[in-house]
């Protein structure tokens, strides 16, 4: 079936550190890959996503590119500030359609000043 | 333009109790969706909808009924609360490449 598995945390980083993320994804069909962010007391948002194999997506200083020799999409950011601060779903669609999606469990971020 | 909006923002229920949560969206999206979102499980779906009076089961159907009279609203409705149902509750509203999320809803089952 599909499934993502991703990086457990939480990760706590100081400002401006390096921030990389794992994600890895079932290779079931030709899925498109998301990343959403959910900020403490909100829903979920789209950060980014990419839809065929090499391609990056990104947004707000974030990256993720879709590579299928190894059915990953890891997220980075070169320099995380504190509003960063929150918990990352890495996800992929279901049978071709971006209607339904399969979550990873969530990362939780902590930015420190 | 409101985007998706959900109520209650919180609810306690005791088990057995019966109650709805709402899903609202004024963006004219044909899809929605309910999901729950537990600690360490990352979101999974319920019940899911891809028009007026169409529905469908998600990965976790059990305990839930949703209908879709109109595009707008997309109701959840637990017949007789469990503990279990304890979660947070999302709704989202989506096009063919992107899902909108609500704000959710806490709910906690006694």
């Known amino acids: 079936g599909n499934s993502v598995t991703q990086m457990e945390g939480p990760v706590t980083l100081s400002e401006e550190a390096f921030l990389t993320i794992n994600c890895t994804y079932t290779?079931?069909?030709?899925?498109?890959l998301f990343w959403y962010v959910q900020y403490p007391g909100e829903g979920l948002q789209l950060l980014l996503k990419?839809?065929?194999?090499?391609d990056k997506g990104s947004n707000k200083g974030f990256e993720a590119t879709y590579r299928k020799e190894t059915t990953s999409f890891h997220l980075e950011k070169g320099s995380v500030q504190v509003s960063d601060s929150a918990v990352y779903f890495c996800a992929r669609n279901s049978g071709g359609s971006n209607y339904k999606l399969t979550f990873g469990k969530g990362t939780l971020l902590t930015v420190n000043p | 333009n409101a985007g998706v909006t959900q109520t209650p923002k919180f609810q306690v229920l005791k088990t057995g109790q019966s109650m709805t949560l709402q899903c609202a969206q004024d963006m004219n999206h044909e899809y929605m969706s309910w999901y729950r979102q537990d600690p360490g499980m990352g979101l999974r779906l319920i019940h899911y909808?891809?028009?007026?009076?169409?529905?469908d089961q998600g990965e976790v159907p059990n305990g839930y009924n949703v209908s879709r009279s109109t595009t707008e609203d997309f109701p959840l409705r637990l017949l007789s609360a469990a503990p279990s149902q304890t979660s947070v509750y999302f709704c989202?509203?989506?096009?063919?490449?992107?899902?909108?999320f609500g704000p959710g809803t806490r709910l906690l089952v006694l």
């Open positions: 290779a079931t069909g030709y899925p498109s």
């Open positions: 909808s891809v028009g007026a009076g169409i529905t």
């Open positions: 990419a839809t065929k194999a090499d």
């Open positions: 989202a509203s989506s096009t063919p490449e992107t899902q909108y």
